[in-house]
């Protein structure tokens, strides 16, 4: 079955996997196949309750040509003494009445009777992080049925929506449509290094055919070493992948 080919490559890209809190988001190392598929089926248009399955039984691979390196970026939210905008200073007749309760900060405590939550004292500033890939090139793949693979492609080229890395922060450098290979789930070891790779020998994690481990979620990248989780084996290429193909003077 042929490969449909991403280049997942930007300044900055995120896959979260196990964070529950708008205050913790992390990223693995690489790209997974859930944020991948996300990624599809918004270049095709799909609403958030479309049925997905045709999507996420294709078989998944991604090359970490240029792994870039993890960075954290440490945020806060509230606690300040900024007016807050005109719609949420009117959604609350009584806070309307008095324009000097219009500040900015998280509510941390809501009054029971009046709903109101804004009064200084119970505003306390919310504090997160989130972490991002910087400066990373991968290539993924994506193997099926023919027709569904060129459609993939199509949309990825002329995507339904805008498309993102994981964040809506995290616009691509480049476009995403690589183009289709015949190579089914070998294809790591035939594609062509990518022009800004940084390994000779990059690590590729393949979706295998039937579970080995227990269907767990995804972990960060230190616990695929020994196990697998989510039907993802990770290793290092055995043989090279071809060099980056070279610009020639006409």
Known sequence: ?????????????????????????????RPTKSG?????ANALGHDRNDDLAHLAALRFAVRAD???????????????????????ATRDQRLAADPSQFRYAAPREVDPVTGAS????????????????????????LTGPAPLIEAVQ??????????????????PAGPIAYG??????????????????TTDCP?????????????????????????DHRNLRMHTRTTTPPPAPQETDL
């Open 1 to 29: 079955m042929p490969t449909g080919l991403l280049l997942l490559s930007a300044p900055m890209q995120s896959w979260g996997v196990h964070a529950r809190y708008e205050s913790h988001n992390d990223t693995l190392s």
């Open 36 to 40: 991948v598929i996300g990624l599809v």
């Open 66 to 88: 240029r792994p870039g390196h993890l960075e954290r970026d440490d945020q806060t939210a509230g606690g300040g003494d900024f007016p807050l905008d005109i719609l949420t």
């Open 118 to 141: 804004w009064e200084k004292s119970t505003r306390k500033t919310v504090m997160g992080d989130k972490t991002y890939i910087i400066g990373g090139s991968f290539l993924a793949g």
């Open 154 to 171: 199509d949309a990825l080229a002329r995507p339904a929506r805008l498309l993102y890395l994981g964040r809506r922060s995290c616009p």
């Open 180 to 197: 289709i290979t015949d190579h089914d789930t070998d294809w790591p070891d035939h594609i062509p290094l990518l022009p800004d790779a």
């Open 203 to 227: 690590t590729a994690w393949q979706e295998t055919e039937t579970p080995t481990a227990p269907s767990l979620p995804e972990q960060p990248p230190t616990t695929y070493q020994r196990r």
